[in-house]
């Protein structure tokens, strides 16, 4: 079976940062497109960012500067840095598996984690 698992989320004050991880299992990460997506309270997911399965990346304008996504073909993962972190990133925090090349909205991914929990509060 597939299955995406994210860590990192916590509690931080604003202007901290935390590092997200989305571990695979069951396959490769390599020639798929992984986006990271979240999830505020009372709203609708959103993209935060997305490495494609070239290496290439894309950000929501929000996070530019701030964020940056990563992937490690060897530990099969993908990372997301959030730096210089606001009270508005406070959210649920998902990554999503595609075996495409381009960004997608959330309704096209098959393959989701559970999420976690990034609050930015004083």
């Known amino acids: 079976q597939l299955h995406l698992v994210e860590s990192g989320g916590d509690l931080v004050q604003p202007g901290g940062s935390l590092r997200l991880s989305c571990a695979a299992s069951?396959?490769?990460?390599?020639?798929?497109?992984i986006h990271w997506f979240r999830q505020a309270s009372g709203k609708e997911r959103e993209g935060v960012s997305c490495?494609?399965?070239?290496?290439?990346?894309a950000y929501t304008d929000s996070v530019k500067g701030r964020f940056t996504i990563s992937r490690d073909n060897a530990k099969n993962t993908v990372s997301l840095q959030m730096n210089s972190l606001k009270s508005e990133d406070t959210a649920v925090y998902y990554c999503?598996?595609?075996?495409?090349?381009?960004?997608?909205?959330?309704?096209?991914?098959?393959?989701w984690g559970q999420g976690t929990q990034v609050t930015v509060s004083s």
């Open positions: 999503a598996a595609g075996l495409w090349r381009l960004c997608r909205p959330p309704q096209d991914y098959e393959y």
């Open positions: 069951g396959f490769s990460l390599n020639g798929y497109t």
């Open positions: 490495i494609r399965s070239d290496g290439s990346t």
